[in-house]
């Protein structure tokens, strides 16, 4: 066990009997998404209802902080632990902040305290540059990652270090797969080691052992993808691999090899992987990967499986790179400089974060090479005064701190992670609260926040012996948590007054048979990731402004704002923008490249990504729609009492990475969330 656990927290009988049989007032998705993707299936059978995940969260994050004090020796008030606890606990329940999805789906399992904290943490980055001493760690690293939902950046550093070699095949040798995780990845490392010459290539790889199409995985949960993932998995690698046989890996080779192993994890149908490619701005061949007249085939067979950015400096021309994003989307931007050199750009230069190396996948955490990092989303429109809001903050960044208290499986992870302890406080409905209380008081409590958040660090950290955050607030692009209580992700404008919202469910999951007798329009995935995509009807209520009636320089000023005001880390972002703006988009990269870490770019209409989250509708087909459909929270209601016999009706497993739309197949239709 990583993190022995001495006494369990228990939250008390007489204050959750206020919450059993009861429901948050959810948004418009918010019961579909919540029992989808986070309710776990319990030891009778049945899932759990939102009193219960919650009583899990918060009893884990409480038992994490317990036995942390216990194991070193450090006070502990078990009164004041459970008044912050139900504190902690009715702050949540009426959404004035969420964990990560990361959070609401493992935080207070067995499976932490035994293996590590890797599965409660969003999302890492891991750098290529050393890959001339260790070929397969980088690939390896992204794999187990993802196969924990956590979704993973890479960069192209390692491009021309590394000479690909015909394998040397042993004449006894075969591999057998283990049933695990682990034994997954050991298969591709194998593999992978095997072409520059580290071990020979097993003569046979025996898949026997990996349990069937369907099974249940009891400790993790979801169901298992069988071995066929795997086994086209290294079909295709070594198809690629084949093709360079005597020739030095290069960015294009390295990006495959990645788009491939998170092809693996997401055939699963049970996972999703989240990727973020990082590459050299002046790398021709890497700037054309994303180009659907050169590399469409490459695109739609495992291209699609990560976004691809440049990393750019003080020397950047962003002419012709400005150009092509104009076209597609890609490629997105990203100043490591301005990452490592500041914080919150109002605190000026500091270079606290001076090892940093890359970024995440939705690009709003600034990372070290094999550094992890969680998150946790506040609803600032759901208060009503600054004090309110601190207060929340207040037990956020409990939660996030307490992430850190418990190492991972990796030592080379846990020796940068345990010095760092980064997290991201994050918000969502920015937008909203915008139109409430106005853009200059909302710059207000970000600042007030964010100076209440360090004093809050000093306490804590004391108080925990551990070392203070590195960086501690970020704006993610939110999705599936903003669900629950029906806000706009991030810093994101409503797509528009009325259009569908798709969500991916998996073939296997009976929630379809449910949307299927509302009559829900559901489609195959086109993305060849075995899931049903199904289409929403929303109709906006409160916001005044859409995408189409904000210019794209109020947008990019909006997240120039809010990383002067809030994030030290970064604001993850995508700029939409009409098609008479394209040709804008090179002078805003040169007017704000010292104001912004991280930026993309997608264009409004004709962005030619099918079955994107979100896509405008008129009045009339939205109420066409609405008048075939039994809505599904109506339903619900209805049929409550047999759902609740059967713990497989409302239950998706894992849900996308980084709790972001964008990090679901990573084309950049998609940043708008998790």
């Known amino acids: 066990m990583l993190f022995p656990i001495k006494k369990r927290f228990e939250l008390s009988k007489s204050f959750l009997s206020e919450y059993v049989g009861r429901q948050p007032k959810w948004g418009p998705l918010g019961y579909v998404t919540y029992k989808r993707t986070y309710a776990r299936r319990k030891e009778d059978g049945t899932t759990e209802e939102f009193w219960e995940t919650l009583k899990r969260v918060v009893e884990g994050c409480f038992t994490i902080q317990m036995n942390h004090c216990l194991n070193c020796r450090l006070p502990w008030d078990e009164r004041k632990a459970?008044?912050?606890?139900?504190?902690?606990?009715?702050?949540?329940?009426?959404?004035?902040?969420?964990?990560p999805g990361r959070g609401l789906w493992m935080m207070g399992t067995d499976y932490i305290y035994e293996r590590g904290s890797a599965a409660l943490n969003n999302c890492a980055f891991v750098s290529t540059e050393e890959i001339a001493d260790n070929f397969s760690d980088p690939f390896c690293f992204l794999m187990e990652m993802s196969m924990l939902g956590v979704g993973v950046a890479f960069d192209t550093k390692g491009a021309g270090k590394v000479l690909i070699q015909e394998p040397k095949v042993s004449v006894t040798q075969v591999h057998i797969v283990e049933d695990s995780k682990e034994g997954w990845v050991n298969a591709v490392r194998t593999i992978l080691d095997s072409y520059v010459g580290k071990v020979k290539r097993p003569l046979a790889i025996d898949y026997s052992e990996i349990r069937p199409l369907g099974t249940p995985i009891k400790k993790f949960g979801g169901i298992a993808p069988g071995p066929e993932p795997l086994k086209k998995c290294i079909e295709t690698i070594d198809n690629v691999m084949k093709e360079y046989i005597g020739k030095k890996i290069d960015s294009r080779l390295i990006v495959d090899l990645f788009n491939i192993i998170g092809k693996c994890v997401v055939s699963g149908g049970v996972r999703r992987t989240a990727e973020l490619a990082l590459g050299d701005y002046q790398d021709e061949e890497y700037l054309k990967l994303k180009d659907p007249d050169i590399n469409g085939q490459r695109m739609m067979e495992w291209g699609w499986a990560s976004n691809n950015s440049v990393i750019?400096?003080?020397?950047?021309?962003?002419?012709?790179?400005g150009i092509q994003t104009a076209k597609?989307?890609?490629?997105?931007?990203?100043?490591?400089?301005?990452?490592?050199?500041?914080?919150r750009i109002k605190d000026g230069v500091t270079?606290?974060?001076?090892?940093?190396?890359?970024?995440?996948?939705?690009?709003?955490?600034?990372?070290?090479?094999?550094?992890?990092?969680?998150?946790?989303?506040?609803?600032?429109?759901?208060?009503?005064?600054?004090?309110?809001?601190?207060?929340?903050?207040?037990?956020a960044y409990l939660y996030a701190k307490t992430v850190t208290l418990i190492p991972t499986h990796l030592e080379r992870t846990n020796a940068i992670m345990l010095r760092n302890r980064r997290i991201g406080l994050s918000q969502s409905g920015i937008i909203e609260n915008f139109f409430k209380i106005g853009k200059h008081e909302h710059m207000r409590w970000c600042d007030e926040g964010y100076k209440y958040l360090c004093e809050l660090d000093k306490f804590y950290s004391s108080w925990l012996c551990i070392p203070t955050s590195i960086k501690m607030t970020s704006v993610k692009p939110s999705g599936t948590v903003s669900l629950l209580p029906g806000v706009t992700p991030g810093i994101h404008y409503a797509h528009s007054k009325y259009y569908y919202r798709t969500i991916r469910v998996d073939k296997t999951s009976e929630l379809l048979n449910i949307l299927e007798k509302c009559n829900y329009r559901i489609e195959d995935s086109l993305y060849g990731d075995n899931t049903k995509v199904v289409y929403f009807p929303v109709k906006e209520k409160y916001m005044e402004r859409f995408k189409e009636d904000v210019s794209i320089w109020e947008q990019v000023?909006?997240?120039?704002?809010?990383?002067?005001?809030?994030?030290?880390?970064?604001?993850?972002v995508t700029i939409t923008f009409k098609k008479e703006e394209a040709s804008q988009i090179p002078f805003i990269l040169d007017t704000f490249r010292d104001r912004l870490?991280?930026?993309?770019?997608?264009?409004?209409?004709?962005?030619?990504y099918p079955q994107a989250p979100y896509q405008e509708i008129s009045e009339e087909e939205y109420e066409e729609y609405v008048s075939k459909i039994t809505p599904i929270e109506k339903y619900v209601e209805e049929n409550l009492e047999s759902?609740?016999?059967?713990?497989?009706?409302?239950?998706?497993?894992?849900?996308?990475?980084?709790?972001?739309?964008?990090?679901?197949?990573?084309?950049?239709?998609?940043?708008?969330e998790n």
């Open 82 to 99: 459970m008044k912050s606890a139900q504190k902690m606990y009715e702050l949540m329940w009426n959404f004035k902040f969420l964990p």
């Open 312 to 321: 750019c400096d003080e020397k950047t021309d962003f002419t012709n790179l």
């Open 328 to 343: 597609n989307g890609e490629p997105g931007y990203f100043w490591l400089e301005n990452a490592r050199k500041y914080g």
């Open 351 to 395: 270079w606290a974060d001076a090892k940093a190396a890359g970024t995440n996948p939705c690009s709003e955490q600034t990372l070290e090479s094999y550094e992890i990092c969680n998150l946790v989303e506040t609803f600032p429109s759901f208060h009503d005064s600054l004090e309110e809001y601190l207060n929340t903050l207040k037990y």
């Open 557 to 572: 000023e909006n997240v120039a704002l809010m990383q002067h005001y809030w994030a030290d880390n970064q604001v993850s």
């Open 597 to 608: 870490k991280s930026i993309s770019f997608l264009p409004l209409t004709d962005h030619k």
């Open 643 to 672: 759902f609740n016999g059967n713990g497989t009706k409302f239950h998706d497993t894992d849900d996308m990475y980084c709790d972001s739309d964008k990090c679901y197949f990573n084309a950049r239709s998609n940043q708008q």
